[in-house]
Structure formats: C-alpha cells, structure tokens
C-alpha cells in the first residue's frame, strides 16, 4: 500500500506561516511526524496565489531532502 502525506500544503496556517518565514525545523518536523505515521510519499504544496511560488517550491523541496529520503510530490 502506498500512503501519500498530504499536511505540508500552504493552505494550512501554520505551513504558511512556515513558508513565509522559511522555517525549515517545521517542515522538517511536519515531514517526520508524516514518515512516522507510515506515509511512504510526501505531496508538497506552496499553497495558490503566492507570488513567489516557484521559489517557495524549491525551498520547501530542499528543506525535505535535507532532512529526509523521500519521494515528493
């Protein structure tokens, strides 16, 4: 069985505030409390409307494979 971990989206307050400050312990945090609850791939989401989205996306990728081997989506 596959699990996809669907909480680091910049739709949940928390994560963007996260992203906005670029607060990589909480992301990598948030991954880890994903991986350890059995998620096999984590889906990675800025949230709509940013406008630095396409930056925002790339460091939220680094900040996970930093801290984590896992499949992104």
């Given at each position: 069985?596959?699990?996809?971990?669907?909480r680091?989206?910049?739709?949940?307050?928390l994560?963007?505030?996260?992203?906005?400050?670029?607060?990589?312990?909480?992301?990598?945090?948030?991954?880890?409390?994903?991986?350890?609850?059995?998620?096999?791939?984590l889906?990675?989401?800025?949230?709509?409307?940013?406008?630095?989205?396409?930056?925002?996306?790339?460091?939220?990728?680094?900040?996970?494979?930093?801290?984590?081997?896992?499949?992104?989506?």
């Amino acid at each position: 069985m596959i699990v996809v971990g669907e909480r680091i989206n910049g739709q949940f307050p928390l994560v963007s505030k996260a992203i906005d400050a670029r607060d990589a312990k909480f992301i990598q945090d948030l991954a880890a409390q994903q991986l350890n609850a059995g998620a096999n791939i984590l889906d990675v989401n800025t949230g709509p409307g940013r406008d630095d989205g396409p930056e925002a996306m790339a460091w939220l990728v680094r900040s996970i494979q930093d801290a984590h081997d896992v499949r992104l989506a």
